[in-house]
């Protein structure tokens, strides 16, 4: 059963409990800054999606295709340490994906799937250490920011049935959770749901994992009229995703965001 309380008073009550316990960075013990279980050292080891390189160069991950581009930018566009942390919230479409891409209001994915974020995420999926999804899904939600209005509410991607029995927990509703409950948005990991076992899609290629994840999903009414934003730890052919969206935008959601850790790199 899943109890929301209301949004200020949720916020509260982790303001108070921050207060009394304090937070520590999970990967080097110590003091977490700003409130968070990562402190600054260990996040600047993680690989920023988008960076700037000898001043004049924007290095970027398109954060749908993952296709690797190189930017040039003029002079009166240098960048301070501030201006780079906005950039690393954009999306950095490719041209070919500014153009073809009308399914997400908005992709959201700070960081490549790069040591040591990959060996992290990793440990989460398969090393039975779900203490990192607070720690993955706080770090998600201070990327938000605030210049997008929050959606209504926050999804998971769904495991089916036996492979969460299995695995005994899904690390993207693990993450999305945490994230939600930061952001004080409802998560309602039950609106949709997995109704077959597609196996696993690594080493597919990308018509064969469309093909595989077609009609993968339900979406329950709860969705209609609603925004909604799709966490998952990593985006990589993102077939996963649009099948997805493709099931909520049927069911009648008003919009979709993606909102994950890190994206893969399509050079690989
Ligand atoms: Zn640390
Ligand atoms: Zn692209």
Redesign the pocket.
Known sequence: MHFYMPRSAEKARLGLQRLIIGSC?V??N?RGEQNRD??I??EQLFVRRVFIEKRHWVNFLCSLCGEEHRQFMPEDEFPDQSDENRRSKEPYFCQKCQLSNALFVRVLAPYRYEFPLDRIIQRMKYGQQRVLGRVLGSLLASHVGSDHSLPDIVLSVPLHTSRQISRGYNQAADIARWCARELGIAHKPLAVSRVFDTGSLAGLSKPARQLRILGAFRASDEVRGLRIAIVDDVLTTGATTRELARELYDSGAESVEVWVLARTSSSR
Do not use: G, T
């Open positions: 960075c990967f080097c110590r990562v402190c050292a260990c």
